[in-house]
Every structure is written in C-alpha cells, then in structure tokens.
C-alpha cells in the first residue's frame, strides 16, 4: 500500500512540474493590449473607421487655389484611395458648379448672393483673406487712401504725379467679371459698376505678370499672393500684412468660402471636417485667417 502511495505522490509530482513548465514557455498576454489585434490591417486603413474612397471635384475661386492644393495633398496622403481633383475659375464659376452638381464643392472669395443662396446651396466661411493693392516694385508711392484708390479705379485720378509717385499714366488693371476677388474689391471700395479698367486678367497670377512687367500699373490680389515680384501699398497707412489683418487694423478682407447643394454626402463631410481640424487650420493660417466651424 505505501508503495502504491508513493507511486501516486511521485506520478502527481511529475505532472505538475511538466504543466509548470509549460506555463513557463508561454507569451505573458495582456487582455487590455490591443497592439496586436490589427496585425493584417493595411497602412491606408483607419481603425477607427471606415476606409473613404472616392472622388470629389472642387471648383471656384483662384485666390483660394493655392490653400486648397495644400489641403488636398495632405488629405489625400492620409486617405489614398480619396482622388480631389481643384479646378480655379473663379468664385462665380464655383458657385454654379455647386448649383449645377457638375463640382462636389464649390469655393467663393467673396459673399454669396441672395440669388445664389435662393437655389438649395449651403455656404460655409472656412477663413477671411486680406486683397492687397499691388504696384511695380518700381514706383515709389508706397501708401493710398481708400479715397485715392477707388478714383484711379473710376479714372477721376489719371496720372501718378497727382498721388505723389511719377509723371506716368496710371494703368488700370482688374480682373474678370467672374472673379470673386473683383467683386469683393469693388465692394470694398464701393466702386460696383465704375470701374474701368485699361487690361483686365483671368487669374491672380496674370495680375502679378501685368503688374511687374510694367512700371506703371495697379492692381489688386490676394495677399496670400503677394511676394518680391510687386510692392503692396499700405492703405490709409497700414501696411498690408497678416499681422494688421489679425489685429483689425488692415481692413480690406474678405471672407473665403465653400458652397455644397444640400447636406454635404460622406466623403464630401469628412474632407470638410479635415478643413476645420486643427492641421486644416494650420494649413489655411499660411495664407489666411481660419475660423471656426
């Protein structure tokens, strides 16, 4: 009988020094740890949700272009199977296209009208923007008055002897009716229907080409396109900076918006909420002033 005992005491000892060992040769596993439950999932997968596909097209304002590209290079690296395609020919243009479906989004650098607004679309201002009065870096008036400007607009002010620069005819640059840019301007010089203008330019762009081709030339832009090509005057001597736009003192803005037909679908919200993230807001700060949804 004590040897049957001792067999069983010794045949208990082994079996629970093999499962000890056993226990020993296992991973220590954390219920909590989720590090691992997501072996398989593919870089361009967001846990969090599900994975956006599709395509938008954007279309509207060329002042606003440049902000745009940046978010739409940004968002479409974290969402690669998103395509945005931006096109810019001006905030009428943009508008339309909303109306008409033919864009997923359209943009407006100036305020949408009650006609527009009258046809189901939904505008949503993402920033304001600063227009700065460019010359050739060449003429030496530096600062305008409102007044000054709005009449060189309307042809009362002809040469630039008569606002303290050259003996030099001024020539008169805007853009194109279907700018918003152009309309914002003459609203905030209250020049609506008086301009006349010597040349006339599609894009930003060609206003700065005019501008620093020649000597003699004013035109307007955005400030966000303002570089060493063409001087920004100061107006009513403010100088045309970010900073006096922050701080109220450069007065000349205007607001930067996007328009949808309806309620906005899925993907079309979620790149509007990128717009209004903290790294949207961080990108429109480059060149305007973000604010809040």
């Known amino acids: 009988m004590v040897k049957k005992i001792l067999a069983l005491v010794i045949l208990v000892a ?4 093999f499962s ?3 226990n020993d040769n296992k991973p220590e596993t954390n219920p909590y740890d989720n590090s691992n439950k997501n072996e398989n999932v593919s870089d361009d997968t967001e846990v969090s949700g599900p994975v956006l596909s599709g395509k ?3 279309e509207g304002s060329t002042s606003m272009q440049k902000i745009f590209q940046e978010l739409i290079d940004t968002y479409t690296a974290k969402n690669p199977k998103v395509t945005i395609e931006y096109i810019g020919d001006g905030s009428s243009a943009g ?3 909303a109306i008409d479906g033919t864009a997923n989004i359209g943009t407006s650098s100036r305020e949408v009208k009650a006609e527009e607004l009258s046809q189901g679309i939904e505008v949503i201002k993402i920033a304001e923007d600063a227009i700065a009065v460019i010359v050739n870096n060449q003429n030496q008036v530096g600062n305008l008055t409102r007044e000054q400007i709005a009449k060189i607009y309307k042809k009362e002010i002809t040469n630039w002897k008569e606002v303290g620069g050259a003996d030099a005819p001024i020539v008169v640059v805007a853009r194109d009716a279907a700018s918003g ?3 914002a ?3 905030l010089f209250d020049v609506t229907e008086q301009v006349k ?3 006339e330019a599609a894009k930003t762009g060609e206003v700065k080409t005019i501008i620093s081709q020649n000597p003699n030339a004013i035109g307007y832009i955005s400030l966000a396109y303002t570089d060493n090509t063409v001087k920004a005057l100061a107006i009513d001597g403010v100088q045309a900076e970010v900073d006096n736009v922050i701080n109220g003192t450069y007065t000349v803005k205007r607001p930067f918006n996007i328009v949808t037909k309806g309620k906005p679908d899925a993907l079309e919200q979620a790149f509007i909420d990128f717009i209004f993230s903290d790294e949207g807001k961080e990108i429109i700060s480059k060149e305007a002033i973000p604010v809040e949804k």
Not at 14 to 17: C, E, H
């Open 14 to 17: 082994v079996v629970f020094t």
């Open 20 to 22: 000890a060992c056993q």
């Open 56 to 58: 938008l097209l954007i």
């Open 95 to 97: 508008i339309k296209a």
């Open 181 to 183: 840019t152009r309309e």
């Open 185 to 187: 301007f003459e609203t």
């Open 197 to 199: 203008a010597d040349q």
